[in-house]
């Protein structure tokens, strides 16, 4: 949607050039994805340097000498630090934003540091990996994840990641939730398969080559409307849906309507998904009449 909203504001009719600064965006998220699991990685380090520097003071004190080393021992930090596949894709793709940037790193640990979550975990005497495991889940959600100046780096890092930083951290979430102990922590693929990432290329050219076949579609579903009022935003996802009504046939009716209304929630007015809800149930139910919808497989209407 943003990217053929992007084709729309530089009247550009270069498709090569802008699917290939899609599929770029989208292989970035890689990279904000490894950013992120690297943080819990290296406040993990920044703190056993900063216990072993503490604790070889001339003048150290007896908590210095003797840290509470619980959350450096952290079972689930450890298998972070350990993991072979995250380990290779960091090189792989050159990630070193917190060397560059460990400022960032100590805000963090500062901030984990004056939680109540991390003080309370300290106190307590043993834990399980499942205790470890849910403190890192807890710490990430609560602390991490939400902090303003990590926001605020990534956003200037990267623009196209303010859209992609809840899509990486639900993953990473789900991931901490769900591994077990004594797994190698697998770096997350950016498509399910390769028919998965043809299908970025097949939505994006049969929306944008069929454009005013679909604006046909809809233009006289909206008599209350000047064609030239609606929202472009609203009229890319019009054209989106429909292209999925009638180009994929293996996508339910029902979910392309649930995402373009979400996708309508979240970037278009207040009252477009209202709106859009209306003509695509309309457009639907004309398409059935005519035939025009054939989906494969069953409960695919």
Not at 286 to 293: A, C, D, L, R, T
């Amino acid at each position: 949607m943003q990217s053929i909203y992007a084709m729309h504001q530089k009247k550009s009719d270069d498709i090569e050039k802008e699917e290939k600064f899609l599929y770029n965006s989208i292989d970035n998220i890689l990279d904000l994805y490894l950013i992120m699991i690297s943080a819990l990685i290296e406040i993990q380090k920044k703190e056993i340097q900063f216990l072993e520097t503490s604790s070889k003071k001339h003048l150290a004190t007896p908590e210095e000498k003797n840290p509470n080393k619980k959350f450096v021992n952290n079972a689930l930090l450890n298998q972070l630090s350990e993991s072979n596949t995250i380990s290779i894709a960091l090189k792989n793709r050159k990630i070193d934003n917190w060397e560059k940037n460990d400022d960032y790193i100590i805000i963090l640990l500062n901030e984990v540091k004056k939680s109540l979550l991390y003080q309370k975990y300290m106190l307590q005497k043993t834990t399980s990996y499942e205790d470890d495991k849910q403190f890192i889940v807890d710490l990430f959600t609560e602390v991490i994840a939400p902090n303003e100046k990590l926001y605020e780096y990534l956003e200037d890092h990267k623009l196209t990641w303010i859209d992609d930083i809840p899509v990486v951290n639900t993953q990473i979430l789900k991931q901490l939730k769900h591994i077990e102990e004594g797994e190698d922590f697998k770096v997350s693929k950016l498509y399910k398969d390769e028919e998965d990432k043809e299908f970025v290329s097949n939505l994006f050219r049969k929306t944008v080559l069929n454009e005013a076949e679909f604006s046909k579609e809809y233009e006289d579903k909206t008599p209350n409307w000047d064609t030239e009022r609606i929202a472009e935003i609203d009229t890319i996802i019009l054209k989106m849906a429909i292209c999925e009504f009638l180009k994929f046939p293996s996508i339910p009716v029902k979910v392309s309507i649930n995402e373009y209304l979400e996708i309508a929630k979240e970037y278009s007015t207040p009252k477009s998904s209202i709106f859009i809800n209306g003509i695509l149930d309309n457009l639907v139910k004309e398409f059935n009449m005519e035939n025009k919808i054939k989906k494969t497989g069953r409960g695919l209407l």
